[in-house]
């Protein structure tokens, strides 16, 4: 099955259910400003797993945009609702497709919890999936954007990891040198 034979699978869904039409729409837009409202509020009252988690968050968000940013100078996919000529669920405007940004800012917010075991992973494991489903059924993204996020997401994790141990183990414990 092709990206957009698979689009079309979840994006027709819609309209069969309104509560899982207002699910998808909840996903698709405001549930990523409160999962980041949540992060902010497990890296105050969390333990050390949420704050070293928060930490590699703050690393990984800049590092994703810039990965995106590199992505678009080279590759650009309009969105299904610009190519096939439809209404999307949400209001979105008709920028680049891949890779969705809401599933690559879900992943940061998400994968640094279950790098680090926390007892929250299963829980924003799932919000990252429904963020990312959400993004295809209400008609913004392909399939192949969501995954190419997660996957930014991935990277950008793996790169603040290495960030965080440079920090930690490298050359702030060396003395400077002329």
Same mark, same amino acid.
């Given at each position: ?6 689009? *079309? ?5 819609n #309209?069969?259910s309104i ?8 996903g698709a837009?405001p549930?990523?400003? &409160?999962?980041?409202f949540?992060? *902010?509020?497990?890296?105050? %009252? ?7 988690a928060?930490?590699l968050?703050?690393? $990984?968000i800049?590092?994703?945009?810039l990965?995106?940013k590199g992505i ?6 309009n969105?299904p ?9 949400v209001?979105?405007i008709?920028n680049?497709?891949?890779p ?8 940061? &917010? ?8 926390s007892?929250?992973?299963?829980f924003?494991? *799932?919000?990252?999936?429904w963020i $990312?489903?959400?993004r295809?059924?209400? #008609?913004v993204?392909?399939?192949?954007d969501?995954? #190419? $996020?997660?996957?930014? #997401?991935?990277v950008?994790?793996?790169v603040?990891?290495?960030?965080k141990?440079?920090l930690?183990? $490298?050359?702030?414990k %060396?003395p400077?040198?002329?």
């Open positions: 099955m092709d990206n957009a034979a698979f689009f *079309f699978l979840i994006f027709n869904l #309209g069969k509560l899982l039409d207002k699910l998808m729409v909840f837009e549930l990523i400003y &409160l999962f980041i949540f992060i *902010f509020i497990l890296a105050l %009252k969390g333990g050390m797993k949420e704050k070293k928060f930490l968050v703050l690393l $990984g800049p590092i994703a945009i990965f995106i678009h100078l080279f590759f650009f996919e969105r609702f610009v190519t096939y000529h439809f209404t999307p669920f209001k979105e008709a680049a497709s891949f969705s940004r809401h599933a690559t800012i879900a992943a940061i &917010l998400a994968l640094p919890y279950t790098y680090l075991k007892k929250w992973s299963i924003f494991l *799932f919000i990252m999936t $990312g489903f959400s295809i059924y209400v #008609g993204h392909y399939p192949l969501v995954i #190419g $996020g997660f996957l930014v #997401g991935i950008a994790l793996l603040s990891v290495k960030i141990d440079l930690r183990f $490298g050359f702030l %060396k400077l040198q002329r």
